[in-house]
């Protein structure tokens, strides 16, 4: 029972942080353009954004 | 940049076709933004679409101008993509439901498995309570999709699918509530979470087939003409947007521009490429006094056109208005789904209902009786129902794609699958589209690399199809020096001391545009034919839909000596020089008829005749209306994937009657057990999770139905 009183918490917290994640990235965007995204790691981007 | 920070930025958003890979999105998001006007770019590669935050000083030429000097041809796109959005959106929030019950399925599922495993007492009841935790939050939340939609139908006193959804989440979460309130040994909050969940990954299935299919409109406008360079004075030109365009302007159209407004020419004379309107390959002649239409392509020369009518007085915002009204027929078409619901939501209703009573009759207490009802209704549970149909048709729109077939819209395989007469557009459908040169190979090597040389010169429609055809053959094209292009003849260079041409054959009538020939020194060296060739299997694509017991006949925009060799080859009958009204009517005639009309197109032209067949496809080189008005579009040259693509749409119409089957099976062997009270959350929760499995199961088998 003591274990449980821990160990439910976590399993939740974890779960409900996953659960965060994916809305944030789905809020930033990231499921607009899958193919884009997917092409995007070929892009050199080495040099500074300008501001 | 300083000047964009400088003034006010706006938000334009430009359709370019051309992106391709990630060098093109490189390219574009880098390159852009060194203009000094343009603030941000922003690729969208889904959408092949560039967002541009830029100065609101600049104009629409000097944006076209920055995406042509990185190799990228732009079209502006209208504001039309609100609708767009909302739907998105749709799909966005039910993603964010099933993400939500997903989570909370799982966990209550954890809780709940130690229940069913032995737990008892105080701990029963703690995780009672910690699943009431997760599982009603999760239920307001991810349920609104379905009490939204129960509610609107309520209200207008009729009943749908969610209504016995709705009922049935919300009955069985107060009553697990109270049971849990009251230690009780059954909670239900597993039971009515998996519901949400599976009924939510259908619906989202479904919102995600939908979702490919928008813009028709924004597709419209990207056809036209964005604009056209007016004479102010007899000298001077200034760039006037096509939503500014008025009656009595004169216009200046370059060769390769198209048109942004009806007119008459008023100067100059040039050849022009029809097809987008008429279907007619052969570009036409086009003199002083001669109409001309927005969204035609000029070819030759640089001619003025005196306006006669823009924007929504066009011919082509007609053709526009002709398929807004051919769609909303097929609107009223009623999805499978949707009427199956239309038996079940009452059946189910009144099974409950009877449950409540029986037991009520029998002497079990309010408790209890309401309790068996509940089970009833949650056993019936439509996810089986609800996943029936989606599943099985993302499955098999998913191995399509593979196959080089998009299909926009489930209900398009629906309809796919009734079709019993195709009609058939000619140009760029059952033949390419694309002017192919004949007897190549006649030509001797060195001839062959002087067409080359010269050819690749120019982006003449009959140049491309040259530098294509002269590929296969591994020529290098001839040492030419100083190469000018003139509008409406052809192209010149000098070849050591020579002069050579390749262009419109001296002596012949401009309108039999589909000759060329090579001169050296004025002399006619060789001349080469071009023809609109039939896609390579389209006899027997034919002959394969005869064999599905569908008839086809063409419909065709073309001159009759255009149609009469195809038709005669292909052993079906035709009709021609039809206008798209035309087309609409051979479409109503046959559907009178009793019919179920698949009508196969490309151009702009057939788009009233696309959005009013029973279904409809177009070949990967349809312009944008004619892939806009499409139920589905098949890529490649070949014409079989039509037909593999109805075979297709048979099987998923199996599949799904299957699935529907399993649906209803399960449902006279649960109910009963339900009925009598003997139905746990064990047994329900294993019930309604297998009869899911059993149907995507059975959807996968379309997987590999095609090669």
């Keep these: 029972m003591n274990g449980l009183i821990l160990l439910i918490p976590v399993a939740l917290g974890l779960g409900l942080l996953g659960l965060a994640a994916f809305f944030w990235s789905l809020r930033q965007g990231q499921f607009e353009d899958l193919d884009g995204a997917a092409l995007r790691i070929f892009v050199e981007d080495d040099q500074d954004q300008p501001s | ?707």
């Excluded at chain 2, 998001?29 to 679409?49: H, M, P, S, W, Y």
């Excluded at chain 2, 129902?385 to 080089?404: E, F, H």
């Excluded at chain 2, 309108?511 to 090579?518: I, K, S």
Aim: a neutral charge.
């Design chain 2, 1 to 707: 940049m300083t000047a964009a920070a400088a003034s006010a930025l706006v938000e334009r958003d430009f359709a370019v076709p051309d992106i391709r890979c990630a060098g093109c999105i490189a390219k574009l998001e880098q390159g852009l933004v060194r203009d000094k006007r343009i603030a941000a770019a922003r690729v969208n590669f889904t959408e092949k679409r560039v967002h541009v935050s830029c100065a609101s000083d600049a104009e629409m030429p000097d944006l076209l101008g920055a995406f042509a000097t990185l190799g990228f041809e732009a079209h502006p796109i209208g504001t039309g993509a609100d609708e767009a959005s909302a739907e998105a959106e749709t799909t966005r929030e039910l993603l964010r439901a099933v993400a939500v019950s997903g989570f909370a399925m799982m966990n209550i599922m954890l809780l709940s498995v130690s229940v069913w495993s032995g737990a008892t007492g105080a701990t029963r009841d703690l995780f009672h309570w910690l699943s009431a935790m997760i599982a009603l939050p999760t239920v307001a939340y991810a349920g609104r999709p379905f009490f939204r939609s129960a509610w609107r139908a309520l209200r207008h006193r009729r009943t749908n699918m969610d209504v016995p959804i709705s009922i049935g989440v919300l009955l069985v979460s107060v009553m697990s509530l109270y049971e849990t309130a009251t230690h009780g040994a059954h909670a239900y909050f597993d039971g009515a979470v998996m519901l949400l969940f599976f009924l939510l990954c259908g619906r989202w299935l479904d919102s995600v087939m939908r979702d490919r299919a928008r813009g028709g409109v924004t597709a419209l406008l990207r056809n036209m003409g964005t604009g056209a360079m007016v004479y102010r004075h007899e000298r001077s030109t200034h760039w006037v947007d096509a939503t500014a365009l008025e009656p009595g302007m004169v216009m200046l159209v370059a060769a390769g521009e198209r048109l942004a407004a009806d007119g008459v020419v008023a100067g100059g004379s040039s050849s022009i490429d029809l097809s987008l309107l008429t279907g007619e390959s052969a570009p036409q002649t086009v003199r002083l006094g001669d109409a001309v239409h927005a969204g035609t392509l000029n070819l030759d020369a640089p001619i003025r056109v005196r306006v006669t009518a823009a924007g929504a007085d066009t011919a082509i915002a007609d053709i526009a208005r002709l398929m807004g009204e051919a769609a909303q027929g097929k609107s009223r078409y009623v999805r499978i789904a949707d009427r199956a619901a239309r038996l079940y939501a009452p059946a189910v209703h009144t099974l409950a209902l009877l449950a409540f009573a029986g037991w009520m009759i029998a002497g079990a207490g309010w408790h209890q009786s309401l309790l068996i009802a509940a089970a009833v209704l949650i056993i019936t549970c439509p996810c089986a129902l609800g996943l029936a149909v989606p599943a099985a048709q993302i499955v098999a729109a998913g191995s399509l794609m593979r196959g080089g077939v998009l299909i926009k819209d489930g209900s398009a395989l629906e309809r796919l699958s009734e079709v019993d007469l195709a009609l058939v557009d000619k140009t760029g459908t059952l033949t390419l589209g694309r002017p192919e040169a004949h007897g190549l190979d006649r030509l001797d090597i060195g001839i062959k690399s002087l067409i080359l040389a010269l050819a690749q010169a120019s982006r003449h429609p009959l140049s491309e199809a040259l530098t294509r055809g002269l590929q296969v053959y591994d020529v290098r094209p001839a040492d030419i020096r100083s190469i000018r292009e003139t509008p409406g003849f052809g192209v010149e260079g000098h070849w050591s001391d020579r002069t050579v041409t390749l262009g419109r054959p001296i002596g012949t009538e401009l309108g039999d545009a589909l000759v060329t020939q090579l001169a050296v020194d004025g002399r006619p060296v060789a001349t080469i034919r071009f023809a609109d060739q039939l896609r390579p299997d389209a006899a027997e694509a034919i002959e394969a839909l005869r064999g599905e017991g569908i008839g086809a006949m063409i419909l065709s925009g073309d001159r009759a000596e255009a149609v009469a060799p195809v038709a005669r080859e292909l052993g079906i009958m035709a009709q021609t020089a039809m206008s798209p009204h035309d087309k609409l009517e051979a479409i109503a005639r046959q559907a009178a008829l009793g019919h179920k009309v698949l009508m196969i197109g490309d151009g702009l032209n057939d788009g009233p005749a696309l959005a009013a067949g029973h279904a409809s496809m177009a070949p990967g080189s349809a312009s944008d209306v004619g892939k806009n008005a499409a139920d589905c579009i098949f890529l490649g040259d070949r014409l079989m994937p039509v037909v593999e693509t109805i075979r297709m749409a048979r099987r998923t119409q199996a599949i799904v009657r299957q699935n529907f089957m399993l649906a209803i099976f399960y449902n006279v062997i649960a109910v009963p057990l339900a009925f009598l009270g003997l139905v746990t959350p064990l047994v329900a929760a294993i019930a309604m999770s297998g009869s899911s499995l059993l149907v995507v199961g059975n959807a996968l088998r379309l997987k590999a139905a095609i090669r």
